[in-house]
């Protein structure tokens, strides 16, 4: 009788997860149409370094141009886009008001290109401590994801690979 009563109860369980799951299209394919970051990273601070950078990957599979135009970092009181250009025979580093992510493309945030200059933390950043990226677009749409700390040596040796959540 109890094996009848849990098969049964097995059953209607499924049955109302298949329906609560009707008309939402998770396909595979769609799940993978949105914005993601990958191998997000900011350098602890050295110690009288008023500033630190981050490095990630963005990738834009979906069949639009968008275009990043800000990044926080949560403990970070300020956090800027720059990147690298070679100018008079120089490398200079600039700030960015935009970074294009071309469609069914990636950019790549790394050292000698585009990269985010981190200023003001709250606290000292500790090697393996996750913090929250939020990168903002100028169509208003909003990217979460997890920057991992990681020491000067390792920011160059290492891939930590970061969940995302769009939204």
């Known amino acids: 009788m109890l094996l009848r009563t849990l098969s049964l109860a097995a059953v209607l369980l499924v049955s109302g997860l298949s329906q609560a799951h009707e008309g939402h299209n998770h396909s595979h394919h769609e799940m993978h149409k949105e914005l993601m970051v990958t191998d997000a990273k900011i350098r602890t601070f050295l110690p009288t370094a008023k500033s630190t950078a981050a490095y990630f990957t963005i990738h834009n599979p979906t069949d639009k141009l968008v275009s990043l135009k800000k990044a926080t970092i949560r403990g970070i009181g300020r956090v800027e886009i720059h990147e690298h250009v070679h100018k008079d025979g120089m490398m200079k580093m600039q ?73």
């Open 95 to 167: 700030q960015v008001g935009l970074v294009e992510v071309p469609a069914h493309q990636q950019v790549v945030f790394q050292p000698g290109g585009f990269h985010l200059m981190a200023f003001e933390p709250d606290a000292t950043l500790k090697v393996g401590e996750k913090r929250k990226l939020t990168l903002y677009f100028d169509n208003g749409d909003r990217l979460y994801s997890f920057v991992e700390v990681v020491s000067l040596k390792d920011s160059f040796e290492k891939k930590a690979h970061s969940h995302h959540n769009h939204h």
